[in-house]
């Protein structure tokens, strides 16, 4: 009797772990936070901080998520000092390869109490919880301290994990083995810095992945990082990876890059799903969070200046719907919930703005059938509207030039779109209000003749923030050129912005 009992426990076990492993599914959580900063006070902001994340993590514990992702400058918020004070709001943190476990080792000096508890979170709720700090590291060769924007990843018993990809025989394919182990072998560190102080880029790109149990492989990538080649298309791309973690302090700005449009944007181009956990301080422009299913479209977000619920939960199919590589054809953007989509007064939302007055722009009336070009970027526009609303406006836009990001980034861009105006003039047309406009037909048709070496995004929100329903994305590859089309599915009122947005990363420039 009792060799039964034994043998159906072991079962029991069995069926759990591979029962898991074999689900197509796995579930995911992200925090949209607002962190709370204790001014003078470092060591009350980190524990005060702590005591929400363990929360949250207990939270998603219950409702049996297998994965947490909390948002950049969680532990410290962005009030931390960024010129002075860097020893003391940072921490060591070890490699990946030191198989270390903050909750139970001590082997390691340097680490902040907030580490060691939350790798015990992970281990007391068996989850995989990822977070973002402040990191120092101490260059013993010079004697000298150098901070960095890092995440850190720890698995089910509270161990730092997360590891590079197959990065020696990359350093032998690029003759690069002049690195010291220590240099190379460690935890993600963000590549690209957008007014950081004393943070250092990662020098080469990480390029990071994690296993987990449940049979997923993830990439991480941090904020700024996602509008880039590397290290987030090297992922993608590349490597195959098509789940990543994405904690972010996103600042939005219309019309083309708000945080959700553009993540969710991003995750579709690339078909993957993206688990995106945002910084809340609408004030700033900082806020929205989501988790993206590549081409299945989204299927949980937030956009709220004061979310009621700020952990979101959603079952994620562990491979995207799949796409032909070679040849893609027409595809519908499809849903998986309506319901879980949140956003609240987006008027105390402090956006940015684009310089939309550098774009080629025709003014739309109650029908266009039209080629608009910037040089030799041309798009077609077919546009019939039912209703006008005369309080709003809207212009058919092309470019084909640059961004310029926080005045540190020339970013090569491409695009054409139709974007909402609060008059007839351009430089009005960074407009987010309601609009009875109804567009009975919107269609957009874009040629790129450097398509696999560029990002190419469609860009949908409407004056929620948050991307609307019903539209298809045609990619067609005739030779060289790729034709991209994006179309209304049905009639829509209340656009923002519809369209496609790219990104040329050969015309990218830093400031010096």
Known sequence: MRGKVIVLGLIQIFCQIFGEKLSDYYTAAVVEYSPIFIKDDIK???????DEYINYIERAS??????????EAGLTSMSMPIFHEYNDWTTVVPSSQDNYIPCTESRINGIIKAIKRLSCAARDNHIYVVINVGEKRFDEKNGTWHYHNTNIVFDRIGKIIARYIDIFLRLLKNNLLFFSKFDLINRYRKVHLALEGKFESSVPPDLVTFDTDFGVKFGVIICFDMLFEEPALNLTRIEGVSNIVYPTAWFSEVPFITAIQYHSGWAYSENVNVLSAGYNKPEFGSIGSGIYLGRNGIINVTMSVNPKERL????????????ETQERGYITNQFYSKRNLRTSNIDLIKLKHDHVTWFNSVLVNDSMNEIICYGNFCCDFLIRIDTIDPSTYYHAVVYDGIHVFEKILDAGVRLCAVIQCSNESLHSCTSVDSSDTTFSTLRITARFDDYPNILVT???IDSSLIPFQHWSYDEQMHGEETTVTIALEEEMKNVI???????NFQRDKYYE
């Open 44 to 50: 009350l902001t980190y524990e005060k901080n702590t």
């Open 458 to 460: 469609p860009t949908v």
């Open 62 to 71: 219950k409702q049996n998520a297998d994965i947490i992702v909390f948002p």
């Open 312 to 323: 979101l939960i959603s079952r994620v199919p562990k491979t995207p719907r799949k796409i």
């Open 497 to 503: 912005n519809f369209g496609i947005y790219s990104r």
